[in-house]
């Protein structure tokens, strides 16, 4: 069920979405500064192009306080935005009964692209 989950969603956006994460990832890794932003790109990008069958849990980060203040940063710099895009799409998929599913995925994506950093994709 998770393979036919993934190539409907990878048909209908999710591939277009995936390779605007990497491209994304790519301009950020240019500079030094970046890496860390463009490493966590590529991991939305991961879970944007194969959503149904993960999770997003808590990881086990020993960056400690500095993941707080990169997720500030993150926030400030288009997270918010990010965010808010994948909870726009939820609600318009959570008023079909076949769009539920491709909604809580959204939201999956929301949670992951709110505060990346501190958070593993399983």
Do not use: D
């Not at 409907?8 to 860390?36: E, H, M, N, R």
Request: proline share 4%.
């Amino acid at each position: 069920m998770n393979l036919i989950g993934n190539l409907i969603w990878l048909f209908f956006g999710g591939l277009w979405a995936a390779l605007g994460y990497v491209f994304g990832g790519f301009v950020l890794c240019l500079t030094i500064v970046g890496i860390p932003w463009g490493f966590q790109c590529f991991k939305i990008a991961g879970l944007v192009l194969w959503p149904f069958g993960k999770k997003v849990v808590p990881g086990n980060s020993s960056m400690g306080c500095l993941s707080v203040f990169c997720n500030i940063i993150w926030l400030l710099c288009g997270g918010l935005y990010t965010a808010f895009v994948h909870l726009v799409f939820a609600a318009i998929l959570f008023i079909t009964i076949i769009g539920i599913p491709f909604a809580r995925q959204h939201l999956k994506l929301m949670e992951l692209s709110f505060m990346p950093f501190g958070r593993r994709v399983i």
